[in-house]
């Protein structure tokens, strides 16, 4: 078997005598994937106990072969390759190492335990640290320091000190330092050197006390607790900050809404104030008439004051010169609304008294006559009380309505309001001269 080069010549990578001629065997050569170039041969007659069989191979040894700064070898780093019997190569790890992947035999190794260049390793690494022997096993690609000449002791002892130093090779009067990752790693009767393996004996805080690793574990527990319960008292207060906030904005926001619109009870038990603009959407633009009366116009308008409230609203079409007008109470005056609760209307305008006083002089007097108190009509200071009067007839007028045909005597021909009343003991009190402050 040989090489033909560009320059025609052959270049035999096999010895030319050969015992198992081609006419009787067939050959192989193949290229495994530990990098070893190996001729097989096999007889032509086929049976049970016939095989392929390696007839040589190169390099005869691919543990001590590779070399180069590049790489890892044959196996991966932190790695050991050794040759077995059938002439392929073993890969194993130190001890106190093991496979980083456990499925790949082939593949890299790695450290059990840890080692660094802390202040308590350095203070105390003939401790910490200790050395275990292999002969005849060497990583020649990853040494960064060589000591020469040394002795085994000066050696281990250049080694422990350095915390860059995993493994110290001695050979030959001298002293290589290597550090991590090894490369190269092989075992042979050829290497003829001692390699000194630094490996971690116990870990620098046992050393202080046998109660500094519990001690530790408490402190880490109570740092965890209290940091949960911290955390949780800041979430909490978080929480009810938010909430409080929540409640001032919405308290504030009602009170907003109150102050703006109202609410529905003050519609039904108070007067409100609105200005012009809010008519005009209540309304519609005033478009909905219900009926004209005295110097305007009613319209039908809609309103939202908690709730859905339906309003009538007079339009002045004309400028009152007075200063008080005053309407009073009858009963075209009172509306009904979808559920039939009365609805009190057509106040006209009313007059703001001071906080210390109680009485009023109107300068005239506007509304259906029978349903105002004498007061109006003697002109006479008038109080608040004057509604009870309207609110009397108003009373009373239906309950005269009802009679029907069956009015009595007195009542033979249509009487007006003023002539029932007088005719009525409760009518006959409103009726005096008495002022109705006095009632």
Same mark, same amino acid.
């Given at each position: ?185 092989? =075992? ?89 603009? =809010? ?9 909905? =008439? ?150």
């Amino acid at each position: 078997m040989y090489i033909l080069r560009r320059n025609n010549q052959r270049f035999y990578i096999k010895p030319q005598s050969m015992l198992f001629l081609a006419t009787e065997y067939f050959h192989r050569a193949t290229m495994n994937f530990y990098g070893v170039f190996t001729q097989c041969y096999h007889p032509k007659t086929f049976n049970s106990s016939t095989k392929w069989t390696p007839i040589w191979s190169q390099p005869n040894n691919i543990c001590v072969a590779i070399g180069g700064g590049e790489g890892s070898g044959s196996c991966g780093f932190n790695s050991i390759c050794k040759l077995n019997d059938n002439q392929k190569p073993d890969c194993k790890c130190p001890p106190r190492y093991s496979l980083l992947d456990s499925n790949n035999m082939y593949g890299n190794c790695k450290l059990n335990f840890t080692q660094s260049c802390l202040e308590d390793d350095i203070n105390s690494v003939e401790d910490i640290y200790d050395f275990e022997t292999l002969i005849d096993i060497d990583w020649p690609t990853s040494d960064y320091e060589q000591l020469k000449p040394a002795t085994k002791a000066q050696c281990k002892r250049s080694c422990i000190n350095d915390c860059f130093c995993v493994v110290a090779i001695l050979g030959d009067g001298s002293c290589w330092k290597k550090k991590l990752p090894l490369s190269n790693g092989r =075992e042979d009767n050829v290497v003829n050197r001692h390699a000194f393996l630094k490996f971690r004996k116990r870990d620098p805080r046992t050393l202080l006390s046998p109660l500094v690793p519990e001690t530790k574990k408490n402190q880490g527990t109570l740092i965890l607790i209290g940091s949960v319960l911290l955390g949780s008292f800041v979430f909490i207060n978080f929480v009810l900050i938010g909430a409080v906030c929540l409640g001032f904005f919405l308290i504030h926001h009602r009170k907003s809404i109150k102050s703006h619109h109202g609410n529905h009870n003050a519609v039904e038990t108070n007067l409100c104030c609105f200005t012009y603009e =809010e008519l005009v959407e209540a309304t519609n633009g005033f478009k909905e =008439e219900l009926g004209s009366k005295a110097f305007g116009i009613v319209y039908k308008g809609v309103t939202q004051m908690g709730s859905r409230v339906v309003v009538a609203v007079k339009k002045l079409d004309m400028m009152v010169q007075e200063k008080e007008k005053e309407f009073k109470t009858k009963p075209q005056n009172i509306l009904l609304d979808d559920y039939y609760n009365a609805r009190i209307s057509d106040f006209g305008l009313a007059k703001v008294l001071k906080l210390n006083k109680s009485k009023t002089n109107p300068a005239t007097i506007r509304g259906t006559r029978g349903y105002v108190t004498v007061e109006w009509f003697n002109r006479n200071p008038i109080i608040v009380k004057v509604d009870v009067y309207s609110y009397g007839q108003v009373t009373v007028t239906p309950n005269i309505l009802a009679f029907g045909p069956f009015r009595p005597p007195f009542l033979s021909k249509r009487p007006s309001a003023h002539s029932i009343m007088s005719k009525r003991p409760l009518a006959q009190s409103f009726m005096s001269k008495r002022p109705l402050a006095q009632l």
